[in-house]
T-cell receptor, first 113, second 115 residues
Framework: GESVGLHLPTLSVQEGDNSIINCAYSNSASDYFIWYKQESGKGPQFIID?????DKRQGQRVTVLLNKTVKHLSLQIAATQPGDSAVYFCAETSGAGSYQLTFGKGTKLSVIP | ETGVTQTPRHLVMGMTNKKSLKCEQHLGHNAMYWYKQSAKKPLELMFVYNFKEQTENNSVPSRFSPECPNSSHLFLHLHTLQPEDSALYLC??????????????FGPGTRLTVL
């Protein structure tokens, strides 16, 4: 079946460096993508989203890039901080009004002080 | 805090027990969701309720029974579970507007262990 997956299960980054977390999706009909952050003992927390009519969107210290040609999504975190240590999930859905979010397995980001 | 609360936070139960998980959202949303999060598996959508009506049931075994008495509360009734049902159960809510992309807000989850 179609799915959303992640290239790397773990990522270690030095504090202050930039982090890049990647995600591949296979459903060409997907038109809305979300990145979630899940800290230990907490539920997933929305970070940033992007619609398929965009290829880049920036938030506070985070940037999401979407490459529809290769069905690839990435999350860039600038000046990574210890508080960024968490598991990051990408999720996708197709069609406005859809309640079905398909999640990737997650990448664990560890920030080295 | 996300505005979505779940109780209990931890639950240990035997296979013959009956228990219920509770979720409450204080965001004025109309859609509520139950997800299962197991180790080594992606988040799995179990049920969706929109305006108190169940709109999705992703082939969930009948030993899981959802209940949505109003738009703010969601329950998951558990009966004769199996050890493989041990997982983190997450509740989420969203605006529920058709025709819009609905960001989902998650609660902290209930860590369930079935002995």
């Amino acid at each position: 079946g179609e799915s959303v997956g992640l290239h790397l299960p773990t990522l270690s980054v030095q504090e202050g460096d930039n982090s890049i977390i990647n995600c591949a999706y296979s459903n060409s009909a997907s038109d809305y993508f979300i990145w979630y952050k899940q800290e230990s003992g907490k539920g997933p927390q929305f970070i940033i989203d992007i619609r398929s009519n965009m290829d880049k969107r920036q938030g506070q210290r985070v940037t999401v890039l979407l490459n529809k040609t290769v069905k690839h999504l990435s999350l860039q975190i600038a000046a990574t901080q210890p508080g960024d240590s968490a598991v990051y999930f990408c999720a996708e859905t197709s069609g406005a009004g859809s309640y079905q979010l398909t999640f990737g397995k997650g990448t664990k980001l560890s920030v080295i002080p | 805090e996300t505005g979505v609360t779940q109780t209990p936070r931890h639950l240990v139960m035997g296979m013959t027990n009956k228990k219920s998980l509770k979720c409450e959202q204080h965001l004025g949303h109309n859609a509520m969701y139950w997800y299962k999060q197991s180790a080594k598996k992606p988040l799995e959508l179990m049920f969706v309720y929109n305006f108190k009506e169940q709109t999705e049931n992703n082939s969930v075994p009948s030993r899981f029974s959802p209940e949505c008495p109003n738009s703010s509360h969601l329950f998951l009734h558990l009966h004769t579970l199996q050890p493989e049902d041990s997982a983190l159960y997450l509740c989420a809510s969203s605006q529920g507007d058709r025709g819009s992309y609905n960001e989902q807000f998650f609660g902290p989850g209930t860590r369930l262990t079935v002995l």
